[in-house]
């Protein structure tokens, strides 16, 4: 089977359009990276040419010889449906987890995003704790970004606040978000702080800079991401008209939710205030 026409091929094209459409991908900004079934790997292995071997800048032994489909490094989300093939690669990792090489795609030059460090580590983490986490993604967003400059840089802060902003917010990411403060970007220090969140939640917030996501495949990737930066959106919008909320939702509201909806939500975010 060609490349193009595989069935996780498409479904990464199109979150990349769709994330572009949002508004959250300025020039080259985000990053996406998907790790390829066996059964996958298999459909499209005819098509693969490798080539050197280069160092990921961190290991990720968890993951050794497997294959990743990742965006390029300064490429366009917008130009990723447009031309598949020079914006985005597929790579293979050395049987140590410490090589990537390219073996298809970017066929104009180039190399897989500057955060894959970030990226690998996170799915690694996912990995070892659920086999069925394949997909992380990292994106600009807008709101959750602005409030990174006026809210406390805690996960509990964070977390309170977008489960407020919306009733599915507690639903849709029960163990909460959590923020790394500003730390240089593309590097090995940045992402083992981010997949130490990773461990507890499946969003992590770098703070001035964007979010990450994890998830199962990229409905819920991508799903996830647009319900905590809509969240975000709203309490934007209510800070803009004021600094206090006149009504919202209490800690109790969220303990009944949590029982209905048959989700745990961790008392330390259900603080009083
Ligand atoms: P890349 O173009 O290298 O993926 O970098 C974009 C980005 O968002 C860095 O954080
Ligand atoms: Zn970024």
């Known amino acids: 089977?060609?490349?193009?026409?595989?069935?996780?091929?498409?479904?990464?094209?199109?979150l990349c359009g769709d994330g572009w459409e949002q508004g959250?991908?300025?020039?080259?900004?985000?990053?996406?990276?998907y790790r390829i079934k066996d059964e996958e790997v298999e459909s499209v292995k005819e098509n693969f040419v490798p080539k050197d071997w280069t160092p990921i800048g961190t290991e990720v032994p968890a993951l050794a010889s497997e294959y990743f489909l990742v965006t390029g490094s300064g490429k366009y989300f917008r130009n990723v449906p447009l031309d598949?093939?020079?914006?985005?690669?597929?790579?293979?990792?050395?049987?140590?987890?410490?090589?990537?090489?390219?073996?298809?795609?970017?066929?104009?030059?180039?190399?897989?995003?500057?955060e894959l460090p970030s990226h690998l580590m996170n799915l690694e983490v996912k990995k070892k704790l659920d086999p069925k986490y394949r997909v992380v993604y990292h994106c600009h967003c807008t709101n959750i970004i602005a409030l990174t400059f006026v809210l406390p840089l805690t996960d509990e802060v964070f977390t309170r606040e977008l489960w407020e902003m919306a009733t599915e917010?507690?639903?849709?990411?029960?163990?909460?978000?959590?923020?790394?403060?500003?730390?240089?970007?593309?590097?090995r220090d940045i992402a083992v702080a981010t997949s130490k969140l990773m461990e507890k939640y499946d969003l992590a917030i770098w703070a001035h800079h964007g979010m990450f996501a994890a998830g199962e495949d990229f409905d819920l990737t991508f799903g996830l991401m647009h319900t905590?930066?809509?969240?975000a959106e709203i309490l934007v919008k209510v800070l803009s008209m004021t600094d206090k909320k006149r009504q919202t939702i209490q800690p109790d509201e969220f303990r009944h939710l949590a029982k209905d909806f048959n989700v745990d939500l961790p008392e330390r975010f259900l603080y009083e205030k």
Request: negative net charge.
């Open 84 to 114: 598949p093939e020079a914006n985005i690669a597929i790579i293979e990792l050395d049987d140590k987890g410490e090589n990537f090489r390219i073996v298809w795609g970017l066929n104009k030059g180039g190399r897989p995003t500057s």
């Open 228 to 231: 905590a930066e809509k969240s």
């Open 24 to 33: 959250w991908h300025e020039r080259n900004g985000g990053n996406l990276s």
């Open 169 to 187: 917010c507690p639903v849709v990411f029960p163990q909460g978000v959590g923020v790394v403060p500003w730390m240089v970007p593309g590097g």
């Open 1 to 14: 089977m060609k490349v193009l026409d595989a069935e996780f091929v498409q479904g990464f094209i199109r």
